[in-house]
């Protein structure tokens, strides 16, 4: 059965979200990596692994962001979704997280570490039910939302997509 917005919101108890949107944590490991055993971006212990739903709607979007973990993205149900990804070199890439595949929509993806990352709904009329897996674990310590100006100082040749996708 497809539910709606205000059904999956309701059933999966989401909230909303800092970077827009609603989520929910579905998972949190109860097992921790030392912080010895990381590399030196975190700073503490994290759990081994996190997942969220995560549900965008119409003209919403979740703003340029970057996490110090590989997020992985998991389509459910709805439109498909892009994701939009500057790397550290400034190399941007277009994914659509989807389930029309002969359209090059995929069901999984990946966003590295250290990248930015921003996303929408590819039909401003419709709506996306995603999920997120982070490892190791999400962490807000580890989030950094992009600060508009200073994003297109840096790269200057995205600065359409980063002016659309900041909030300040």
Not at 60 to 86: C, K, M, P, Q
Not at 112 to 127: R, V
Not at 139 to 158: C, G, V
Request: glycine share 8%; hydrophobic share 40%.
């Amino acid at each position: 059965m497809t539910m709606n917005v205000g059904q999956l919101i309701d059933h999966f108890a989401l909230i909303p979200h800092p970077e827009g949107g609603y989520y929910k944590e579905s998972y949190r490991s109860n097992e921790e990596i030392h912080e010895e055993c990381l590399p030196l971006r975190f700073a503490g212990e994290r759990v081994f692994s996190t997942a969220i739903y995560y549900l965008l709607q119409g003209l919403d979007f979740s703003g340029f962001h970057r996490i110090h973990s590989d997020e992985i993205w998991h389509f459910y149900e709805g439109t498909a979704l892009n994701i939009y990804v500057i790397d550290t070199s400034g190399n941007f890439e277009l994914i659509t997280l989807g389930q029309n595949i002969s359209y090059g929509e995929t069901f999984q993806a990946v966003v590295k570490a250290g990248h930015w990352f921003a996303a929408q709904p590819a039909d401003p009329e419709g709506f996306c039910f995603v999920g997120c897996t982070v490892a190791p674990g999400f962490d807000f310590k580890d989030f950094e939302m992009a600060k508009r100006e200073s994003m297109i100082n840096e790269f200057p040749q995205h600065s359409a997509i980063i002016q659309k996708l900041t909030r300040e």
